[in-house]
């Protein structure tokens, strides 16, 4: 005697437990940076109700032209932390750069000349970090600490402890404008486009995320990890060469101080902010362009309203923790 079991009827269309829920908090979380949008938009709209002068033109590519040094070294951190490195010293090589390409245009040297010179030490101060951290297996975190320590003491060196003026040299760079918008500003979009464009449809910005996620798993599929790691030293060492650049043409000087590790932390809470992993794999430029813009109004909003110095750095700080934790909070619930 056979029994059979009647056909089971096919689950309801439509039914609670099978349809995802597609409210609009769902739809606003499947956007990227969701969150750093909100944040930005509430800042803005807080800094132009407080202020009459914040959402001025003026006003505002002033932020821009001020964000732009900060962009360009942003751009190199999210490529090479993607690929799970870090660099602490890109600060210190703008300075360098700023204090030799100030002492050397101060002397009668070519602005040509200066440049060049300026870029090729920038680079070479990548490429030894990243000599030190592949071939020595120090952590980069000590490695580029150390080296940016030792760069500001450079620079310092260099300038004796006293200011450089460059006069108007690089003058078209750093105050001159273009199609109504700063030089500098072009100069940054044109370096995160780049970096995008690497980043997302190249095989070396692919290589660099299959480092950042496994750099073992990368070796074995046949990824020379420790070129791209010497390249990847060598292009963020260039990008501060090229920042401290521009930084000293928007001054027209440079001082003691300038750069350093106070400009290298601003860049590194931006990149954060924006996404990017610090344990790599992980990164986009669009977020740390929004990182970089977050902290310029930020830190224009606070001017105006003549808040202390002093709550800037307490704000970057704070920014930079809460960001640490969210990205780490974030990366585990993905696992």
Do not use: C
């Amino acid at each position: 005697m056979s029994i059979t079991a009647p056909p089971e009827k096919p689950a309801a269309k439509g039914s609670a437990h099978d349809t995802p829920s597609h409210g609009p908090l769902r739809v606003l979380r499947g956007i990227p940076h969701t969150g750093l949008f909100a944040v930005l938009i509430v800042v803005v709209t807080v800094a132009t109700l407080e202020t009459d002068s914040f959402a001025s033109s003026t006003n505002l590519v002033n932020i821009l032209r001020q964000v732009s040094v900060v962009a360009v070294i942003a751009a190199g951190l999210t490529l090479l932390m993607t690929a799970g490195g870090m660099d602490f010293s890109m600060g210190g090589t703008a300075a360098v750069v700023t204090a030799v390409a100030a002492q050397l245009l101060a002397s009668g040297t070519s602005p040509t000349v200066t440049v060049v010179l300026s870029m090729l030490l920038a680079t070479a101060i990548g490429l030894v970090n990243g000599a030190v951290v592949t071939f020595t297996n120090v952590a980069p975190f000590v490695a580029t600490l150390a080296s940016a320590t030792l760069l500001d003491g450079v620079a310092l060196l260099v300038l004796d402890g006293h200011s450089v003026s460059i006069g108007t040299h690089l003058s078209t760079l750093g105050n001159e404008s273009t199609l109504g918008l700063p030089n500098l500003l072009i100069a940054a979009v044109l370096v995160m486009a780049v970096t995008a464009v690497a980043m997302k449809f190249t095989v070396f910005g692919r290589d660099a995320f299959a480092i950042g996620g496994n750099e073992h798993v990368a070796r074995l599929s046949g990824i020379n990890v420790a070129w791209h790691k010497m390249a990847l030293y060598g292009l963020t060492g260039a990008l501060a060469g090229l920042a401290g650049l521009m930084l000293l043409s928007r001054l027209g000087a440079s001082s003691p101080g300038t750069g350093g590790l106070t400009l290298q932390l601003t860049a590194v809470a931006a990149v954060v902010i924006g996404g990017t992993s610090l344990a790599g794999g992980h990164g986009t430029v669009i977020g740390t362009v929004l990182g970089v813009v977050l902290l310029g109004v930020v830190a224009n909003a606070l001017n105006l309203l003549q808040v202390s110095s002093y709550f800037q750095q307490i704000s970057v700080g704070g920014v930079l923790l809460v960001a640490a934790v969210a990205n780490q909070l974030h990366r585990s619930s993905r696992r």
